[in-house]
């Protein structure tokens, strides 16, 4: 059996990147600070810390913060969609476990990589895709289903995702993410062949996270078919990327005018939210944080189609060891 109901649930995953359990963190870049990622990994799962437009300062202090909070092993990510290169020379100097590569193509990177002692994850979105990361010598993939939060790549589901890049894994295992917010989703990940899953949307309800209080909010109150996918609503400082988003008032007007371009649309110059003196403008790509003040309601509240799940704020702690709770008795291993 894959582990006792309290102990430590061996997959092909757990046993590469040494946690106890297969459940990730999703790099949820401004809402994933290191309280949230040292409850995930001091739960036994992993976390995995997003630093695509962080700032060295920030880069260095998370990681230090972190280091100071758990000793489990963890990833860092980064969004190929820009130039990483600086980022990821001092998450390196930092000794992750992992980094995680989103948005693009890990292969020039493995060698790099691999010689500083680090595992190469790769997100990708079919199985071509996952071919050639194999192919490149990625060491984990991360497939991600349609119905993720945030941003998207792919337009195929989780469920027929799975398997297919799974049959072009070989030996190297899969993580499901998209739609997965208990251990319902975490069992039947595992019935489909992943070695585990990633989960974003369900930890953005935690006392850990640094989500907005009202961004919470409306997670809570979502059901599965309030959110939806776009490419030209919340573009501004990542056009052309694909993103799921939580419905609002700003985005169904947006829907309702025929999709207008980014001069012509309602409130296309206003600024809705501030932190720290710093304007954020309408349909920009931020996520709504704590410390911002202004129209939180109308931001880009990213959010997947398991948002439906999520009925109330749980320490991240707690929903590991639940969701572990709950796959280990749909399995029939207590």
């Known amino acids: 059996m894959p582990g006792s109901p309290s102990g430590p649930f061996s997959t092909a995953f757990t046993k590469l990147v040494g946690v106890s359990h297969p459940v990730a963190l999703a790099p ?13 990994g001091n739960a036994g799962g992993y976390p995995i810390m997003p630093f695509s437009w962080s700032g060295q300062d ?11 909070k758990t000793k489990a092993h963890f990833a860092v990510n980064l969004c190929l969609a820009m130039p990483q290169d600086a980022r990821l020379e001092l998450c390196l100097s930092h000794k992750p476990n992992a980094v995680h590569f989103f948005w693009g193509d890990a292969a020039p990177y493995v060698r790099h990589v691999h010689a500083h002692g680090a595992l190469v994850i790769q997100t990708v979105s079919d199985s071509e895709e996952a071919g050639r990361a194999v192919a490149a010598g990625v060491d984990v993939l991360v497939a ?26 070989g030996s190297v295992p899969v993580l499901a993410a998209g739609g997965i917010s208990d251990g319902r989703g975490l069992a039947a990940a595992l019935c489909l062949g992943a070695s585990g899953v990633v989960m974003g949307t369900r930890f953005l309800a935690t006392p850990e996270s640094a989500a907005h209080k009202e961004y919470v909010a409306q997670l809570i109150a979502a059901d599965h078919g309030d959110t939806l996918i776009e490419t030209d609503l919340y573009n501004v400082g990542w056009p052309n990327a694909q993103h799921r988003v939580l419905r609002n008032a700003l985005a169904e007007r947006w829907l309702a005018e025929g999709r207008p371009d980014n001069r012509s649309r309602h409130r296309a ?41 999520v009925r109330q704020v749980e320490p991240a702690g707690s929903i590991v060891a639940r969701v572990m709770d709950e796959a280990r008795t749909i399995l029939s291993l207590r």
């Open 28 to 40: 949820m870049g401004g809402v994933v600070e290191s309280d949230l990622a040292a409850a995930v």
């Open 58 to 68: 920030v880069i260095e202090a998370e990681l230090t913060s972190l280091r100071a």
């Open 144 to 169: 991600q289903g349609w119905e993720a939060g945030g941003h998207v790549r792919g337009t195929v589901a989780t469920l027929p995702l799975i398997p297919a890049v799974v049959d072009v894994a």
């Open 269 to 309: 110059d206003d600024a809705i939210a501030q932190r720290g003196g710093v304007n954020i403008g309408t349909y920009q790509s931020t996520t709504p944080h704590r410390e911002m003040t202004g129209e939180i309601e109308a931001m880009s509240m990213w959010a997947g189609q398991s948002v439906g799940l």
